[in-house]
């Protein structure tokens, strides 16, 4: 069919007027959105939030008011090759000096830069030793310690002074803040500072139980070894017989780590293994503890190796071998006094009775009745019987001492290997066990050198 030559022009006609219509109409929308934006950013109580506009589609316009959060704080330390720390374990000379160096890098400006250090089992002058550089009249983000850009106008590295630091065992931590923040640990390291004069241990130096320590060692070389005093009754052992004979092994209360003599490794490992095998329970006048293990109640860990004397200053420690640990030292009747003798004595004795070993939901433990009235640790056990738990179900077992039977004073918190105790846990009169048959079905079989009884 033929279209007429009128109706083609009236079709172009329509169809010009519709696209200028269309393009003023797309023209008005964005004149009248325009200003409404602008208004909207330029609000004063808009001035602390982050806005943007961001067009989604073709004639539309969107507005972000989301606040961007700032940046987490980025610190971090890079070493200086020409003057780096200590290496762990190094060795400085007593007066000696020392540069350090190295840079740090944050993406704030930086408030202050420090370096702290401490001497283990010293807290007299000059410790603990600490050296602070700021910059509140300045902007940095970026500092070398070899620089004097600091509002002190001297490099934090000459502030640090080694020939300052006394005999011992240190540790050198950098920390760094920003405005607003406590201070940031960077770099930690740990070193020894030793004179030219040493002392030696010698059989003098016990008073009663070289025998038994030469017994347990087998050479005097294992035990005897030269050290010098840090303050008080402390002392540093020479670290080439430290990193030969001492070592770590994962501890009690989970997640602590204890320094042991490696002849002593094995001892402790046996008593960990009787006493996370075994399970005890405790119920009378003070409550019912359920079915707990026994390694549970190790609730305070004290300490195993620790050069130093006793308080005579006389006699050594035989902590200083890392043959004997405290535990729970912070309860009365485990601190080393001569009446906690009949403390322990009486409500072990006469308060805590033994009913053998019953079973429940398939697990055996080691029942007993307490009709006492002493108050208990946190697991329900009363504070009296709580080391002699530990001792009956685990030390004893793998062939350690307790100091409670110590002759002339209590000091229940102490469990040993190598030295002279003058009573036994199975003596008639001084003694208190209570389980001379163990159910072994659950625990390790292995034995160290010396079998307990």
């Known amino acids: 069919m033929k279209i007429p030559e009128w109706t083609k022009k009236q079709t172009v006609l329509i169809g010009v007027l519709t ?3 269309l393009c003023a109409a797309l023209f008005l929308i964005a004149v009248l959105t325009r200003p409404a934006a602008a208004t909207l950013l330029d609000d004063p109580d808009l001035s602390d939030r982050a806005e943007s506009i961001e067009v989604i589609e073709e004639g539309a316009v969107a507005l972000s008011t ?6 987490d704080l980025s610190l971090r330390f890079v070493a200086d090759r ?7 374990g190094a060795e400085l000379p007593l007066g000696g000096t020392y540069t350090i160096g190295g840079t740090i890098y944050s993406n704030y400006p930086l408030d202050s830069v420090s370096v702290t250090i401490t001497c283990s089992h010293n807290n007299k002058n000059p410790y603990p030793y600490k050296k602070t550089v700021h910059f509140r009249q300045q902007t940095a983000g970026v500092y070398t310690l070899t620089d004097a850009a600091n509002d002190e106008g001297t490099p934090l590295s000459s502030l640090v002074d080694f020939s300052e630091l006394l005999v011992g065992v240190h540790t050198l931590k950098i920390t760094a803040a920003v405005k607003g923040t406590r201070g940031v ?19 003098k130096t016990f008073p009663d139980s070289y025998p038994e320590a030469l017994k347990f060692f087998g050479s005097d070389e294992r035990f005897l070894y030269r050290y010098q005093w840090v303050n008080g009754r402390y002392i540093v052992a020479d670290p080439e017989w430290e990193k030969t004979y001492i070592t770590e092994i994962p501890g009690y209360p989970e997640g602590t780590t204890w320094f042991v003599h490696v002849d002593a490794k094995p001892y402790f490992e046996k008593a960990f293994r009787y006493l996370t095998s075994t399970s005890v329970r405790v119920h009378g006048t003070n409550g019912d503890t359920g079915v707990i293990k026994a390694i549970a109640l190790i609730t305070e860990y004290n300490g195993c190796y620790v050069s130093r004397f006793t308080s005579s200053l006389k006699a050594i420690s035989h902590h200083t071998f890392g043959t004997a640990v405290d ?7 485990n601190k080393n006094n001569e009446k906690n003798h009949a403390v322990i004595d009486n409500d072990v004795k006469d308060h805590l009775v033994y009913n053998g070993i019953l079973e429940q939901d398939g697990v055996k433990y080691y029942d007993f009745t307490y009709d006492g009235t002493y108050k208990c640790d946190p697991n329900g056990v009363p504070e009296t019987c709580v080391n002699y738990l530990l001792y009956e179900f685990g030390f004893f077992r793998a062939g350690f001492d307790w100091a409670h039977y110590y002759k002339s004073t209590s000091d229940a918190m102490h469990f040993c290997l190598s030295e002279f105790v003058t009573h036994k846990h199975d003596e008639k009169k001084y003694g208190l066990r209570k389980v001379y048959a163990y159910d072994d079905s659950s625990a390790a079989s292995a034995a160290p050198s010396t079998p307990a009884p």
């Open 66 to 71: 989301e606040a961007t959060p700032p940046p």
């Open 185 to 203: 640990e960077l770099f930690r390291c740990s070193f020894y500072v030793l004179g030219d004069e040493w002392e030696q241990i010698t059989r």
């Open 82 to 88: 020409e003057h780096p720390l200590p290496e762990d």
């Open 327 to 333: 535990l729970n030292a912070s309860m009365d009747p």
């Open 19 to 21: 696209g200028i219509l």
